[in-house]
């Protein structure tokens, strides 16, 4: 455990953040841990693209499928 503030960066632009202290309101994070909100906004675009190409596994419709096999 350390009390040290390292300043964390923006995991799209690489800039130096300042690490909001502990106890902070949700206002006073702001865009943390991102510069800015067009970083916050490029990131959020990135997450929604993935989002898009990651295949949905249902896998209570397999367990469904299994129950209601008829083994003669
Ligand atoms: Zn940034």
Redo the contacts with the bound molecule.
Sequence with gaps: MSDVDLPTK??????K?PVPPVGSTREQRGMYP???D???L?DLGRWLDGAYQIPVKDTDDDEERESSVDPT
Excluded: Y
Aim: with cysteine; glycine share 8%; aromatic share 8%.
């Design positions: 923006c995991p799209i632009c690489r800039r953040v991102f510069c800015g067009r970083c916050r490029v």
